[in-house]
């Protein structure tokens, strides 16, 4: 059983569409770390949040934290086929802990 | 500034064999974290070491081991290979006042 759950699993999408993919646990945490890993790499860190109610954009992406510290969303808006790639959730219990990761959401978007 | 590198890239082992993966972190990060990453989809922590300590452990056999050196370099060891060890094992360090962990680009280890 993952301590964080991610949904979907998979996502295929036409280029330009919007999507918006979630993190949810029953668990409190620290910080929720929101990662991206293309094949034959290792997973690149997109953003922190760390307080609860958290919003942070990063270009087309957009991160949210929820209020109570549980759960996570990521929201892609007008997706680009260079968005492809694996979309990991991590949570952190207390800075330096161990982070605990969801099971991904592979994402492919078609041009 | 170096990432962290690991080696070797990849590891073909016969089961019952040991294997042995490196991982080199980042300077001045003293924490490394061990992860095993199957079928491309999540990581499952394996080991955590902090200034040469143990700090943590996954849920994973004794069979899984490592251990930090004093430059704060590591080594994951895997003794009497399992076909389902056949995995992406990746290494990340991170400084303990601040978030988010650096990876690096992981060992591909087949047993066969």
């Known amino acids: 059983t993952q301590l964080l759950e991610q949904s979907p699993q998979f996502l295929s999408i036409q280029e330009g569409e919007n999507l918006t993919v979630y993190c949810n646990s029953s668990?409190?945490?620290?910080?929720l770390q929101w990662y991206r890993q293309e094949p034959g790499e290792g997973p690149v860190l997109l953003v922190t949040?760390?307080?609860?109610?958290e919003v942070k954009k990063l270009k087309r992406l957009t991160f949210q934290f929820g209020d109570a510290r549980k759960d996570s969303s990521l929201h892609i808006t007008a997706a680009q086929p260079g968005d492809t790639g694996l979309y990991l959730c991590?949570?952190?219990?207390?800075?330096?802990?161990?982070?605990?990761f969801g099971g991904g959401t592979r994402l492919m978007v078609k041009p | 500034e170096a990432g962290v590198t690991q080696s070797p890239t990849h590891l073909i082992k016969t089961r019952g064999q040991q294997a042995t993966l490196r991982c080199s972190p980042i300077?001045?990060?003293?924490?490394v974290y061990w992860y095993q990453q199957a079928l491309g989809l999540g990581l499952q922590f394996l080991l955590w070491?902090?200034?040469?300590?143990?700090?943590n452990r996954g849920n994973f056999p004794p069979r899984f081991s490592g251990r930090q050196f004093p430059n704060y370099s590591s080594e994951l060891n895997v003794n009497a290979l399992e076909l389902e060890d056949s995995a992406l094992y990746l290494c990340?360090?991170?400084?303990?006042?601040?978030?988010?962990?650096?990876f690096g680009s992981g060992t591909r280890l087949t047993v066969v």
């Open positions: 949040v760390v307080t609860g109610g």
């Open positions: 668990s409190v945490f620290s910080s």
């Open positions: 300077s001045g990060h003293t924490s």
């Open positions: 070491y902090d200034e040469g300590e143990e700090r």
């Open positions: 990340a360090s991170s400084s303990l006042q601040g978030y988010g962990y650096t």
């Open positions: 991590a949570g952190e219990r207390g800075a330096g802990n161990m982070l605990t």
